[in-house]
């Protein structure tokens, strides 16, 4: 026996980035993590990612992790981490705004409210192709890109600081207001 839920996803009233910034203390480009880190979230399978990423070359050096649980980093990854904890719903818009790009980590997704949420604030999202659903949401709005292992991610970070990577997250916007509200 099962049952199908539906479920629409807020739209805020206005994403601040320069809020954000302020308040956190966050400077130059950043991804970000919003959700529970936790091994089901693939959260600590992140971290030794981005750091890969950032020893690849990537351009986007700090990872702002926000959202329940304990945050236990290796040393090297302390200095390109910035845990900001539990966000409330404002600020954790505002982050999304501010970011280079909003990772999903998961290949366990079913649905990821995090995108629809980082697309919403018109945020570039770079998702785990692991999990068919986000990569599936990923084609189906033209928005984003995906990836399979640290190398591509640099690749999808390189991607998120180019100056058409914000048209992305405009499609994204648009498919979220289409299909989930």
Known sequence: PHAVVGSGVDVPER???????ARYGVRGPFAL????????KAFSGLVDDFL???????????LVVAGPGEVSLPEPA?????????????????AMAAATAVLQPSPYESFSRTMMEAWLAGAFVIAN????????HCARAGAGATYGDPAE??????????????????????????EYT
Not at 159 to 167: C, G, I, K, L, V
């Open 78 to 94: 302390r200095r390109h981490v910035v845990d900001v904890g539990l966000l409330p719903p404002r600020d954790r818009d505002d």
């Open 129 to 136: 192709r692991g999990s068919a659903v986000s990569a599936w």
């Open 52 to 62: 890969a990423a950032v020893d690849g070359g990537a351009p986007v050096r700090t």
């Open 15 to 21: 994403a601040d980035p320069d809020r954000f910034r």
């Open 33 to 40: 993590y919003a959700g529970r880190r936790e091994a089901g």
């Open 153 to 178: 991610l640099a690749d999808a970070l390189r991607r998120a600081t180019e100056p058409d990577a914000r048209a992305d997250g405009a499609r994204g916007r648009a498919y979220v207001l289409a």
